[in-house]
């Protein structure tokens, strides 16, 4: 397994602004994913992020909404940008430990909450 | 295109009951993984099991066990004498091997609630 920790835990935003949220992992991975949960709802992946690559983003997720760094094995980080109040929800990343395998574990998640 | 379907929106049972969580999933590969997660009132998801298309025995660890069945592409969870920790909401996912950065679908979730 792996020790997945996310910045911010949570956090109230107004509508218009940006939040960044940090994923960092305890060891390298090659795969690293968002995921976003809308209240009430099932996880729905934004996009997968590939250290040395371009993050591939799934229908309905653009990058200009959801930018996503990927500097080195071990971090990433998610960008909500000029948010709404339907971006409130639980955004997750999640690491593929290890790279050959299909085993996945998820961050503690950021509760975002956008008024 | 793959999909997971869990029908039972809510289960209620009091505690020491045995409880039966439904999972019925669509894929067009012949390879790929299956998973279980518990997401607790705190929001974490929490790995509990995965499973691949090869291996249809059934698994059972402490309390928990899964009934895997291709045939009805069915991987059923039980949580036998449920406990009030049990109360949370259960995922069960796909993964197609042929996807290849293992892109995981889920269902729409169960949430279970154990009384004591």
């Known amino acids: 397994s792996a020790v997945i920790s996310q910045k911010p835990s949570r956090d109230i935003c107004q509508r218009g602004t940006s939040l960044t949220i940090q994923c960092q992992v305890d060891?390298?991975?090659?795969?690293m994913f968002w995921y976003r949960q809308q209240p009430g709802q099932s996880l729905t992946l934004i996009a997968t992020?590939?250290?040395?690559?371009?993050?591939?983003?799934e229908s309905g997720f653009v990058i200009d909404k959801f930018p996503i760094s990927r500097p080195n094995l071990t971090f990433s980080t998610l960008t909500v940008s000029n948010m709404s109040p339907e971006d409130s929800s639980i955004y997750l990343c999640?690491?593929?430990?290890?790279?050959?395998?299909?085993?996945?574990?998820f961050g503690p998640g950021t509760r975002l909450t956008v008024t | 295109a793959q999909k997971v379907t869990q029908a039972q929106t809510e289960i209620s049972v009091v505690e020491k009951e045995d409880v039966t969580l439904d999972c019925v999933y669509e894929?067009?590969?012949?390879?790929?993984?299956l998973f279980w997660y518990k997401q607790p009132p705190s929001g974490e998801l929490v790995f509990l099991i995965r499973?691949?298309?090869?291996?249809?025995q059934n698994e059972i660890s402490g309390r928990y066990s899964w009934n895997f069945q291709k045939s009805t592409s069915s991987f059923n969870f039980t949580i036998t004498a449920s406990q009030v920790v049990d109360s949370a909401v259960y995922f069960c996912?796909?993964?197609?091997?042929?996807?290849?950065?293992?892109?995981?679908?889920f269902g729409q979730g169960t949430i279970l609630t154990v009384h004591p």
């Open positions: 894929t067009r590969d012949t390879t790929y993984y």
């Open positions: 060891s390298q991975v090659t795969m």
């Open positions: 499973r691949n298309s090869f291996d249809e």
């Open positions: 999640s690491v593929k430990i290890p790279a050959s395998s299909y085993e996945q574990y």
């Open positions: 996912a796909l993964s197609e091997v042929g996807t290849s950065y293992g892109k995981l679908t």
């Open positions: 992020a590939n250290q040395g690559s371009e993050a591939t983003y």
